[in-house]
């Protein structure tokens, strides 16, 4: 029941991500801009490179009898 639901989640997430993306039916100028690319892609590596970064903390740590 619990994979179900799981899955009801994604499948709605899915179609709202659609719609929500897909609201501008195309038109010019809905677009997101070069700022915005760079900006996401930005967000994007210092969010990953965040993660990663502590994570390798909690290895460190746990390897080394800090926790």
Not at 33 to 60: C, E, H
Request: proline share 0%.
């Amino acid at each position: 029941m619990t994979v179900a639901l799981l899955v009801v989640m994604l499948v709605l997430a899915l179609v709202i991500l659609y719609e929500g993306w897909s609201i501008a039916g195309g038109e010019e100028g809905t677009g997101m801009s070069t700022n915005g690319w760079i900006a996401m892609t930005l967000g994007i590596v210092a969010t990953l490179g965040l993660g990663v970064g502590l994570m390798a903390l909690v290895f460190y740590s746990n390897r080394h009898g800090r926790d």
